[in-house]
Each structure stands twice: as C-alpha cells, then as structure tokens.
C-alpha cells in the first residue's frame, strides 16, 4: 500500500526536474528557440497522452463516464479560472511568418499600424506606459539598469505563476492515482511530469538570471517553483481520495481536464511563436507516441 510518504518523495523527485531547466542559465547562449520549442512541444505531447491514457481511461474503468467527463470539464474550467485570478504571462505572437507561398510581402501588408500594442509587446505594458510620460533620454545609466532589473523579475515572477499555476493539477495527478492503489500509473505520470518540468524550469530561470541573481539562486528558485505546488497539490489529492471513496473518477477526469487546458492555454501557444511550429508539432506526435508505447509496455 502506497504511504503519504512515497508520495511526497515521488512527487518531489518530479518538482525537482523544474531545476534541471534552469541549468542553462550558465551557458544560455546555446540555448536555441528551435531546442526551446521542440521542448515544449513534446511536453504537451507527453501531457496529453498523460491526460488520456494515465487519467481519464483508469477514471472510466473505477467509475461512470459521467464522473469523469464531469471532472475534466470542472478541471478545466478551474484552469481558466485561475488564469484570470493569478498574474502570470502568455507567449504572444510579436510578428507574422511567411509560410508556403506567401511572401514577404503579404506578411507587410498584415502588420498594424505603428504604436500598436501587440506589436510593442510587454514593453508597452511595463512601468513606462503604466506610468504616463516617458523618461527623458538622459536618464541615469545606473536607474536605467535598476528599471532593467525589476522588469526581468517582475516577468521572471509573472512566468513563475503560470508554472505554480499549472504544476498544481499535475502533483493532483499523481496523489489521486496514488491513492486509488494505481502505482504503475501514478509513476508513468511523475515521469512525464518530470520531463515536462525542464522546459517550464528554462522558462523560469532565464528571466530570473537577468537581474543579476547568482546562477545558484536561481537554480533553487526555480526548483521551488516547481516542488512546492506539486508536492502541496499532491498530498490534498492524495488525501481527498483516500478519505472518500469513489472520489477517484471526478479526480482523475478533474486533474486530466486542467492538464489539458494547461496544454492548450500555454504549452502549445509558447511554442510556436518563434518560427518553429513544425519542429513544435513533430515533437508533440512524438512525445504522444512516446507515452503511449511507454505505457503499453507497463500494462504488459
């Protein structure tokens, strides 16, 4: 029988792959959008397959589809809610890519007008813009790197909201398929949770490097960010499911619907918005088929 305490060392060996992500910092110069992007792309590969097979399958099989697509629906509406109530950033397209037979041209004809605010990006958004005139162009060398500073962690914390935000459902994941005596599942899913943890940890830690915070400290931040949502969201599923019996369908549906919204919300947007879809999409079907073979060999 599974104890809290295999939870907590299973899950928390899961939330630590965040901090492998952040390992680049030291040599982020390698560190490509392509690499970057395929990185995400098979993680939602990896996650979806996760949701499917790992949650909504097993869910089905303890309990009615009722319950279980009832959960996937409240999980996900549970996502979404969250994303209007914890400030965190999106990837937002900043530019159109000519594909196929388009031309440069026609990408030209697409841009907005000058000043738009897509086009300006964060920036647009950041103190400067909140704060009404912009600073005269002499500005104090050393204020201007302070300013510099505080936006790159004022990004690097709203980018550790999205990875609190949907680290939760996944450490959910893995306590409800503990708790409901499916080992082998809960395991296949603190893989693939883990695997999927390094680019979100990548994402963290570059930010973070940029206001001058000791290689060190980010790494463990970043490691943070990932153990404690997962380890906390771990335990109360772990601990509803034990308490209350036949909870495990909703649970199951429920954490499958918010990893899929995660997917969909933020993986899938994160990674095609440098130019590299395909190489997004490729690793994708290849994390998907990753899992599932993975998978069928573990039922075998």
């Known amino acids: 029988m599974t104890t809290l305490a295999s939870v907590l060392g299973v899950t928390t060996v899961a939330g630590v792959a965040t901090g492998i992500g952040a390992l680049p910092v030291f040599f982020r110069h390698r560190v490509t959008h392509r690499i970057y992007d395929g990185a995400l792309g098979l993680a939602a590969g990896l996650m979806v397959a996760a949701s499917v097979f790992g949650l909504v399958i097993p869910g089905m099989e303890e309990g009615t589809l009722r319950a279980v697509m009832a959960g996937v629906l409240l999980g996900g509406a549970t996502l979404l809610g969250g994303n209007y109530l914890i400030p965190h950033l999106h990837a937002e397209y900043r530019a159109w890519f000519v594909e196929g037979g388009a031309t440069a041209d026609d990408a030209a004809v697409m841009e907005p007008p000058t000043g738009d605010s897509v086009t300006e990006g964060f920036a647009t958004r950041g103190s400067a813009a909140e704060e009404g005139d912009a600073e005269p162009e002499s500005v104090d060398e050393d204020a201007g790197t302070l300013a510099e500073r ?108 918010a990893m899929l919204a995660v997917v969909f919300r933020e993986l899938i947007p994160s990674s095609h918005g440098h130019g590299h879809a395909d190489a997004a999409t490729g690793a994708f079907l290849v994390g998907f088929v990753l899992l599932v073979v993975v998978d069928a060999v573990v039922v075998v």
């Open 150 to 257: 505080e936006s790159s962690l004022r990004k690097a914390l709203l980018i550790g909201g999205a990875i609190t935000l949907h680290n939760a459902p996944e450490g959910l994941a893995i306590g409800v398929a503990f708790a409901s005596g499916l080992e082998e599942v809960a395991l296949l899913l603190a893989v693939v949770i883990g695997l999927q943890n390094v680019p979100d940890g990548f994402a963290f830690a570059v930010p973070m490097a940029e206001t001058g915070m000791s290689n060190l400290r980010v790494v463990w931040y970043t490691t943070l960010s990932g153990v404690v949502p997962q380890v906390v969201a771990a335990v109360f599923g772990f601990s509803l499911v034990s308490v209350g019996a036949g909870l495990f369908p909703v649970s199951s549906g429920f954490a499958a619907g």
